[in-house]
């Protein structure tokens, strides 16, 4: 049985951010090349103001294949707006504004309602917004960006730490490289999930990060600091999740008093010991239930929770689902982390219940002092 391929029709203009184009190109051609039946896959065509090369903003050249005139979305099944940053000096800062292209805004709006899909990589979620296809929407865009995109359309609902969105037909990524997760999502959308993950590994891609992923990983948190001590202090922490950790512990390891210590912190990350731990640890949970075949109880053990429980509730905070939903909806078809039995799980509790009472509490910053009283004690992580 023959199939039509689905036409994939990225919009470039001068000023556009290549890798928002080539990235989702290149995810398609690789998914086209990898389908065992011939005409399931996708064709991609780059559509433009006229034949004249557009300049991307990294410098690199593009040609249309076709022309926005030419072009009336009749036989287009996916539309890729990718985004166009313009940064200007201000200070010592920089301020970044996204780019509106009057002409790919006029023909977004016009041939938008005949397309089944829409999508947005980086900034061009502002041209999407503009055209009115994220009113009463849950969107997001290029973090640098998104506090413009929720001040000038306060109908759009911004995500401004998700890497992709989806919103019914619309979906929305996050800066850059983030277009090459969504539209590794879009493959596995119309192909399924294992044929996306195989396009990914054709593609070297380390991980597909899921939609609701924040935008910033760990090792970008770690970069972002300006103390180096911080910085190594994180990458142990990464290392050590399954551990317990204390806030003394950690203080000491830096060599500060607790309180100088949580201040620090604080100031480096935006976040306390205990809100950084919990999130490292739901990370790391994540990736567990997405590629490896663990019990969801071994799965905690192993990143430091002291209780399924504790578990659960950290999971849903983070996350607003269960790990067993979050599993049946990320769940690969690879497992390359080796199980643990349940006589491990038990003996993994266990050994924790001796060390602590109760269930895990996240360490904290320590509480003010009452007059007359001395500091209450952080409880361990």
Same mark, same amino acid.
């Given at each position: 049985m023959s199939h039509q391929p689905r036409r994939i029709a990225i919009a470039v203009f001068d000023g556009v951010e290549s890798l928002d184009v080539t990235g989702p190109a290149q995810v398609f051609s690789t998914a086209s090349r990898l389908?065992?039946?011939?005409?399931?896959?996708?064709?991609?065509?780059?559509?433009g103001a006229g034949p004249a090369p557009v300049h991307c903003?990294?410098?690199?050249?593009?040609?249309?294949?076709?022309?926005?005139?030419?072009?009336?979305?009749?036989?287009? #099944?996916?539309?890729? %707006?990718?985004? !166009?940053?313009?940064?200007?000096?201000? =200070? @010592?800062? *920089?301020?970044?504004?996204?780019?509106?292209?009057?002409?790919?805004?006029?023909?977004?709006?016009?041939?938008?309602?005949?397309?089944?899909?829409?999508?947005?990589v980086c900034a061009g979620a502002h041209t999407l917004a503009a055209a009115g296809l994220l009113t009463g929407r849950?969107?997001?865009?290029?973090?640098?960006?998104?506090e413009a995109l929720a001040e000038r359309h306060p109908d759009?609902?911004?995500?401004? #730490?998700?890497?992709? %969105?989806?919103? !019914?037909?619309?979906?929305?990524?996050? =800066? @850059?490289? *983030?277009?090459i997760d969504m539209s590794l999502a879009l493959v596995a959308d119309d192909h399924g999930r294992r044929h996306a993950l195989a396009t990914a590994k054709?593609?070297?891609?380390?991980?597909?990060?899921?939609?609701?992923?924040?935008?910033?990983?760990?090792?970008?948190?770690?970069?972002?600091t300006a103390r180096t001590d911080i910085a190594e202090l994180l990458a142990w922490i990464d290392a050590h999740l399954a551990e317990r950790l204390t806030v003394p512990d950690l203080a000491a390891?830096?060599?500060?008093?607790?309180?100088?210590f949580a201040r620090v912190f604080l100031r480096e990350t935006g976040s306390t010991p205990a809100t950084y731990l919990d999130a490292q640890r739901?990370?790391?949970?994540?990736?567990?239930?997405?590629e490896s075949d663990l019990t969801v109880a071994a799965i905690g053990a192993r990143c430091g929770f002291g209780s399924v429980h504790s578990f659960h509730r950290a999971f849903k905070r983070h996350t607003s689902v269960t790990p067993q939903v979050y599993r049946r909806h990320f769940t690969s078809a690879a497992a390359p982390v080796p199980a643990v039995t349940p006589q491990e799980t038990r003996s993994i509790w266990s050994s924790?219940?001796?060390?602590?009472?109760?269930?895990?509490?996240?360490?904290?910053?320590?509480?003010?002092?009452?007059?007359?009283?001395?500091?209450?004690?952080?409880?361990?992580c």
């Open positions: 389908l065992d039946r011939s005409g399931r896959g996708y064709t991609v065509e780059l559509v903003a990294g410098g690199v050249r593009l040609l249309a294949d076709r022309t926005f005139a030419d072009s009336d979305g009749e036989r287009v #099944d996916t539309l890729v %707006v990718p985004g !166009g940053l313009r940064i200007r000096p201000e =200070g @010592v800062e *920089a301020v970044v504004e996204a780019v509106i292209d009057p002409e790919v805004l006029a023909w977004v709006a016009r041939v938008a309602p005949r397309v089944r899909r829409v999508v947005s849950r969107a997001t865009t290029h973090w640098a960006t998104a759009v609902t911004v995500d401004a #730490d998700a890497v992709y %969105v989806r919103s !019914g037909p619309v979906w929305t990524g996050a =800066g @850059v490289s *983030a277009g054709w593609m070297v891609m380390y991980l597909q990060r899921p939609g609701d992923q924040s935008q910033f990983s760990a090792p970008l948190k770690r970069q972002n390891r830096m060599g500060l008093g607790e309180r100088q739901v990370h790391a949970a994540r990736r567990l239930l997405q924790r219940r001796t060390r602590r009472t109760g269930s895990l509490r996240s360490c904290a910053t320590p509480s003010p002092a009452r007059p007359g009283s001395s500091p209450t004690a952080p409880p361990p």
